[in-house]
C-alpha cells in the first residue's frame, strides 16, 4: 500500500498542493483527472522528489519514504513525464538501461527475455536501433511506457502516458496498463484527460482541483455531479453494455442548431 498523509508541496511562496491525504492499494489503477493547472503533474512528481515536498509523509508498505533521496526512490517507483527528453539513444539503449533500474548494471538472460517480450507487446521491432529523437511523438511514448513498466516498480507514475496515440494504440496502451498493473500488483498512478477511458479503464478515480483531492472514488461510483463540479461545466454521463459515455456542457445555440439542420438536409437529398 502506498499512503500518503498530509501531502504539501510549495514552490517559493506559492502553493502547489495542499492536505493531500491518500491510500493506494496494490495491483490498482488509479487515474488521475481534473482541470489544467490543478496540479496533477506536480502531485506525481512530488512522489519522485523531482519537486520537494514541503509537509507530509509518504510510507510504501509501511516504510517511509519521506526522506529518500530520487535514486533510492527509484528502485520503487518508476515515473514517465508529461512532455519527453530528447535523449540521443537508441530504443533497445532505452529499454536496457530502465530494466538496469530494476536488476543492476548487468542484465541476465532472463531480463533479455523480458525485454524481448516487452518489445513484442509494445510492436517495437521496427525501431529498435533507431534514435528515439528520430521517432514520431506516438513511436515515442510507447517507448516510454514501455520502459516504464519493464523496470517492474513497485509504483508505476504516468504523466498522461497516451496523449500522442491514435485511438487504437490508445486503448492497446491503456489494455496493458490495466493488466501489468494487476499481474505485477503494480501500485499505478495515471493522469489521464479522457474521462471515458479513465472511467472505463480505472479502479479508482482520484479528483484533483485547485491543489486539493476534491473526490476519490471507485470509477463505477463516479456520477455527474462530482464531474460537473470537478470541472465546473455541465456533464452527462451514462453507461452502456459496460461502456461509460460522457458529454460536456454542449450548448444548443442558433449556431449548432443551424449545423445540426444543415447536416440533416444534405443527408436528406
Ligand atoms: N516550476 C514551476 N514554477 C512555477 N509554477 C509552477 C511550476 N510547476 C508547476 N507550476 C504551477 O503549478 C500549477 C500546477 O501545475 P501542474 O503541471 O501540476 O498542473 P496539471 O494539473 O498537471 O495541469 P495540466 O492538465 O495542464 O497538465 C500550475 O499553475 C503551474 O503553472
Known amino acids: 500500500?502506498?499512503?500518503?498523509?498530509?501531502?504539501?508541496?510549495?514552490?517559493?511562496?506559492?502553493?502547489?498542493?495542499?492536505?493531500?491525504?491518500?491510500?493506494?492499494?496494490?495491483?490498482?489503477?488509479?487515474?488521475?483527472?481534473?482541470?489544467?493547472?490543478?496540479?496533477?503533474?506536480?502531485?506525481?512528481?512530488?512522489l519522485i522528489k523531482i519537486v520537494d515536498i514541503y509537509k507530509g509523509e509518504i510510507f510504501l508498505d509501511n516504510?517511509?519514504?519521506?526522506?529518500?533521496?530520487?535514486?533510492?526512490?527509484?528502485?520503487?517507483?518508476?515515473?514517465?513525464?508529461q512532455f519527453n527528453q530528447n535523449s540521443n539513444l537508441n530504443t533497445i539503449d532505452v529499454l536496457e538501461i530502465s530494466r538496469r533500474k530494476h536488476s543492476g548494471f548487468t542484465l541476465k538472460n532472463k531480463d533479455?527475455?523480458?525485454?524481448?517480450?516487452?518489445?513484442?507487446?509494445?510492436?517495437?521491432?521496427?525501431?529498435?536501433?533507431?534514435?528515439?529523437?528520430?521517432?514520431?511523438?506516438?513511436?515515442?511514448?510507447?517507448?516510454?511506457?514501455?520502459?516504464?513498466?519493464?523496470?517492474?516498480?513497485?509504483?508505476?507514475?504516468?504523466?498522461?502516458?497516451i496523449s500522442h496515440l491514435d485511438p487504437k494504440n490508445q486503448i492497446e496502451m491503456l489494455e496493458i496498463i490495466k493488466r501489468k498493473t494487476k499481474e505485477n500488483n503494480f501500485i499505478t498512478i495515471t493522469v489521464l484527460h479522457d474521462l471515458q477511458n479513465a472511467l472505463h479503464y480505472a479502479n479508482k478515480i482520484i479528483m484533483l482541483k485547485n491543489k486539493r483531492i476534491i473526490d476519490f472514488q471507485?470509477?463505477?461510483?463516479?456520477?455527474?455531479?462530482?464531474?460537473?463540479?470537478?470541472?465546473?461545466?455541465?456533464?452527462?454521463?451514462?453507461?452502456?453494455?459496460?461502456?461509460?459515455?460522457?458529454?460536456?456542457?454542449?450548448?444548443h445555440d442558433e449556431l449548432h442548431k443551424n449545423r445540426h439542420s444543415h447536416k440533416k438536409e444534405n443527408n436528406d437529398t
Not at 64 to 80: F, G, P, Q, V, W
Open 1 to 46: 500500500m502506498l499512503e500518503i498523509k498530509d501531502l504539501n508541496v510549495k514552490l517559493k511562496k506559492e502553493t502547489l498542493l495542499e492536505d493531500i491525504n491518500l491510500k493506494l492499494l496494490s495491483g490498482e489503477l488509479n487515474i488521475i483527472i481534473g482541470p489544467n493547472g490543478a496540479g496533477k503533474s506536480t502531485f506525481l512528481k512530488s
Open 63 to 81: 516504510r517511509n519514504l519521506t526522506k529518500s533521496s530520487i535514486n533510492e526512490l527509484s528502485k520503487d517507483i518508476a515515473y514517465m513525464a
Open 112 to 161: 533479455h527475455d523480458l525485454i524481448e517480450e516487452i518489445i513484442k507487446e509494445f510492436e517495437l521491432q521496427k525501431f529498435l536501433h533507431r534514435n528515439i529523437d528520430t521517432l514520431s511523438g506516438g513511436e515515442r511514448q510507447k517507448i516510454f511506457l514501455a520502459a516504464a513498466i519493464i523496470q517492474e516498480p513497485k509504483v508505476l507514475l504516468l504523466d498522461e502516458p
Open 218 to 251: 471507485d470509477s463505477l461510483n463516479v456520477d455527474e455531479k462530482m464531474v460537473s463540479k470537478l470541472f465546473e461545466i455541465p456533464c452527462k454521463l451514462f453507461w452502456q453494455e459496460g461502456h461509460p459515455f460522457s458529454f460536456f456542457g454542449h450548448s
